[in-house]
């Protein structure tokens, strides 16, 4: 069985205590205690057993997941899936324009965005600064 992230929430009954392996000690003093454990389904059912022994109401279930959009989006704010492209250069994480979200082209709003967008998102301060100061400007106006 796999080790997974479990939410733990006791309310009311007899106070215990649980110390589980790879886990801080944890202690339920009787009014209500939420905790988190890396446990597996087997021993959250151990668990849910105790509790339910000393008259608690437990609700127990595991933390949600990333879903796979999640985790795309994850990748590509990281970069990663970009094959043997990479960021135009170091300052475009910083930069307002960066959207590493643009599938096709350079991550680069102020080039890709439409032009509604961009003479919209041109009123902000930071973002004409930030093209302004960009060092690579010459290089995407020239690729797009």
């Known amino acids: 069985m796999s080790h997974e992230i ?13 110390g589980i392996a790879g886990n801080p000690r944890v202690e339920h003093n009787g009014g209500m205690s939420v905790f988190h454990l ?17 008259e608690c109401k437990i609700e127990i279930r595991p933390m949600q997941k990333q879903t796979d959009e999640q985790k795309s989006e994850r ?5 990663i899936q ?10 475009c994480p910083n930069c307002a324009w960066f959207d590493p979200l643009i599938e096709v082209g350079e991550p680069c709003g102020h080039i890709s965005w439409p032009v509604e967008t961009r003479a919209a998102f041109e009123e902000s301060d930071k973002a004409a600064k930030d093209w302004e100061e960009c060092p690579v400007k010459e290089r995407l106006s020239q690729a797009s």
Request: proline share 4%; hydrophobic share 40%; aromatic share 6%.
């Open 82 to 91: 970009r094959g043997e492209k990479c960021w135009p250069c170091g300052a």
């Open 6 to 18: 479990w939410t733990v929430q006791v309310q009311g009954g007899t106070p215990f205590g649980l």
């Open 38 to 54: 890396v446990i597996t389904e087997q021993q959250a059912e151990v668990i849910k057993d105790i509790a339910e022994r000393r």
């Open 75 to 79: 990748m590509a704010l990281l970069g």
